[in-house]
């Protein structure tokens, strides 16, 4: 399964098995280094991702959240010490090694005794090992204290924040913007800024009001890496405005604006999947033989309030651990992906497909995204080619700040 570039009259070749980019002289590979055949291989007893959904709540009433009010359509609740107990006890009976930690809402914060309490358990357990934890908070509750506990302890926090006031405000409630401004100085005064990252969500509000320039302007003067992305809501009102132009054409233009963003280090670091997949597959030679690894038992573990398990926080309340929906529609097992030169570079969010926003690319022979992936790895063949400057530049700021 290999893919052919020229450029320049030179012929590349993108092997599909090994995930490995060749120049091509003579029909001979050319290569300085022995041919890489790391595919990706779980590490025995590792897990990479542990996610606590701490707090089924949430303190504000944001218009367009998926989760409908921080509770998942479920009853108003946190995760308790006793529940984390048992939790943790599985996990240290099954896990020798663990990788991040995630502290889920809701509001995570709103339950950050239980935060403390978790990290001290598991940092005593997992004695030497570096473990990086993260949260996702709505940046209301982000005291001194609390942010010096993080700071101290290897967090990397996430702060949704929508805009300027006027418009965070008419989306996420009055009274907010203040106090999270508040905080993020903070925040930066303690040296944590290239720890935390805002996230902006952006609706049909932010269009009507604000352009997308004078937007990124403001996240720019706040000093912290910053990423936008589109609203996904039910209310009509707040739906991205469509632009006119294809779903090809734009995801190759957010290619195009997302190899600027990491060769020239961005603070914006919200890039295509399909360039990055791309890139980690290049760099790191990882087989993706399932669309979503993360769905695959014993990658990622997420934990309800009330202990029950899941495989993605997307699914709480309907998809759980075991279900026998994602085992069946994760597998690449479809004629057209059999057959498909990225098959093992390329990834969809499963949850979206189970959930009825998407459908799966591809119908027959056809699918719509190859051209995507295709486009990406041209990108980079033509850097390889005219600026190997600017490829050293790609791949040390993607290593060193992209990498999710």
Not at 185 to 214: G, M, P, V, W
Request: charged residues 30%; neutral net charge; glycine residues 6%.
């Amino acid at each position: 399964m290999n893919k052919k570039f020229v450029v320049n009259n030179h012929e590349y070749v993108f092997d599909g098995n090994n995930l490995e980019l060749y120049l091509v002289k003579d029909g001979v590979k050319n290569t300085d280094e022995k041919s890489c055949s790391s595919i990706f291989k779980k590490e025995p007893g590792k897990l990479y991702k542990l996610v606590f959904n701490v707090a089924n709540l949430c303190n504000l009433n944001c218009k367009y959240c998926y989760a409908s009010g921080g509770n998942y359509n479920r009853e108003n609740n946190v995760m308790s010490f006793e529940q984390a107990d048992k939790i943790l006890e599985k996990v240290f009976k099954k896990y020798s090694k663990l990788e991040t930690v995630y502290f889920f809402g809701g509001e995570p914060l709103l339950n950050f005794k239980l935060i403390k309490y978790l990290v001290e358990k598991i940092e005593k357990h997992y004695n030497g090992s570096r473990i990086d934890f993260r949260t996702v908070t709505n940046g209301m509750f982000l005291t001194p204290k609390r942010i010096d506990f993080m700071n101290d302890h290897n967090f990397k926090l996430y702060v949704s924040l929508d805009g300027p006031k006027q418009i965070h405000e008419y989306l996420r409630g009055a009274g907010t913007f203040d106090l999270i401004m508040d905080n993020l100085k903070y925040l930066k005064n303690k040296d944590f800024a290239s720890k935390t990252e805002i996230l902006c969500t952006y609706t049909r509000y932010h269009q009507e009001h604000i352009t997308l320039e004078d937007l990124e302007v403001f996240f720019k003067k706040l000093g912290f890496r910053y990423s936008i992305h589109g609203v996904d809501t039910n209310d009509e009102s707040l739906k991205l405005i469509e632009d006119g132009i294809t779903y090809e054409e734009s995801e190759k233009n957010f290619i195009d604006i997302s190899m600027d963003r990491i060769i020239n280090d961005s603070m914006n670091v919200g890039t295509s999947y399909y360039l990055t997949s791309v890139i980690n597959a290049l760099l790191f030679h990882n087989k993706q033989d399932y669309f979503c690894k993360e769905l695959v038992n014993d990658y990622s573990n997420v934990f309800d309030y009330n202990g029950d398990e899941y495989s993605c926080i997307r699914f709480l309340g309907t998809h759980g651990k075991n279900d026998k929906e994602i085992k069946e529609k994760n597998v690449k097992s479809a004629d057209v992906c059999k057959k498909c030169w990225c098959r093992y570079l390329c990834n969809l969010c499963l949850a979206d497909i189970i959930m009825g926003i998407n459908d799966y690319p591809f119908d027959g022979d056809d699918c719509s995204i190859k051209s995507l992936y295709e486009y990406a790895l041209q990108k980079i063949v033509d850097l390889m080619e005219k600026n190997p400057s600017k490829l050293n530049l790609l791949v040390n700021n993607y290593i060193d700040n992209f990498i999710k």
